[in-house]
């Protein structure tokens, strides 16, 4: 039997679509496939003004994963963060070590760029994830709640008091 190929490598132009398929079989996965409402064109304009970033993982050529982060601050520490926002392997293309890879080459862009912390967050239920991650030396921040405002109540504290 042959080694397979790996290979990582950023998004180029025209990948918005092959992104938002990884994005669609990541919400399979995590059970919140009907929570996607991104386009192709919205992931072409977040990767063209730079408020995405996006690697993929390759074998033999064709796409296996992908990792998708921005940059944010840190005011504690005065300093950049990365924040990964999703990292997905297709389940056929498991443990071949394109996580890790995906992981080591964000590690490697936030040391180049100065950054301190990579942060990311996990479902609950995802115990090999979690297991991986905690291999990695990462750490559980349970101290810190996560909040999210979004739709109508977003939409709601965005208008002037008083205003309907």
């Known amino acids: 039997m042959t080694a397979m190929e790996l290979r990582i490598r950023p998004a180029a132009p ?26 192709a064109g919205d992931i072409a304009d977040a990767l063209d003004d730079g408020s995405i970033n996006v690697i993929f993982a390759e074998a033999d050529g064709g796409p296996a994963g992908f990792a ?7 005011t504690f520490i005065g300093r950049p963060g990365l924040y990964l926002e999703d990292l997905f392997v ?19 862009v936030a040391v180049e ?25 990462a750490t559980h921040q349970d101290d810190w709640l ?5 739709g109508e109540p977003l939409r709601r ?6 205003e309907t």
């Open 146 to 150: 996560p909040f999210r405002l979004e």
């Open 157 to 162: 504290l965005a208008r002037p008091s008083g």
């Open 14 to 39: 025209g990948d918005a679509g092959l992104v938002l398929e990884f994005i669609r079989e990541l919400a399979e996965y995590e059970r919140l496939a009907d929570r996607v409402t991104a386009h």
């Open 90 to 108: 297709r389940p056929r293309y498991r443990g071949l070590g394109l996580g890790l890879r995906l992981l080591q080459t964000l590690a490697a």
């Open 68 to 74: 998708l982060y921005f940059f944010n601050f840190s």
């Open 113 to 137: 760029r100065g950054v301190e912390r990579m942060d990311w967050a996990v479902l609950d239920w995802n115990t090999t994830a979690i297991a991986f991650y905690e291999r990695l030396g």
